[in-house]
Structure formats: structure tokens, C-alpha cells
């Protein structure tokens, strides 16, 4: 007898493999991927326990992936508030001598003009990705 397939871990197994499902589709710009190309493809389909695992895992680390980029986003707000103050300091002179001296953190390391470039554009390759898988 032939395991059925649960929905959801039918959809994580397309999207595992989306650009071969891609490819399977027929059309020009925005090719169309009809029932029977679907069920062309080759899907291992475990017992409906272990299919139901797998989601829930998947489900689990969808979730934390969710919250770190959460987090990430909280602290690149924190740098750019960091960053808008640094520079109002700035325009107003008050980032003397005596004040780099005092912030050597402020301006060195993993807060320097480099770093912060670097991390701007570690951002936008998340953002790039996430808009891919979600878009």
C-alpha cells in the first residue's frame, strides 16, 4: 500500500528542490507548472509519522531562522541609531581628540566605517534571500 503524502511535506519537498521544479515547468516568462509536470517528479514519501516530523522540524527551524533575523534586525536598528548619534556628534564638533580617546570602541573594531560597511552588506544579501524564498 502506497504512503500518502501530507500536503505541507509535499510543499517542503518542492521547495527543497525549487529551481529543478522550476525547470520542470513550460512557458515563457512565467512558466506554468501544471498537475501532471508535478507529478513527474520524484518525491520519496516516508510513513506520515516521519512526514509530519520532518514538517515539524522544519516548521521548528523556519521559526529560529525567524527569530535570529529578528534579532539581527534589532541590532542593525541599534547601530544605525549609533551611527545617527556618532554623526550629530559630529556635525555639532563635539567629536574631539579627548572624545576619541575616551569612545577608542566607538570607532574602532567591529565599529569602524569598514566593519559597519560590512555588515550592511552582509544585510542586504538576507534581505536579497529572503525575498527569493518567500517572493
Known sequence: ?????????????LLENYEETRKAAAGGAQPNLNLNKV?????????KNEQTEIVRRVDQLFAHADRIEQQVNQALARINNLTQSILAKAFRGELTEQWRKENPEMINGENSAKELLERIKAERIIVVKRIRRNG
Open 1 to 13: 500500500m502506497k504512503n500518502k503524502i501530507i500536503r505541507s511535506y509535499l510543499k517542503l519537498r
Open 39 to 47: 507529478r513527474e517528479i520524484g518525491i520519496a514519501v516516508p510513513s
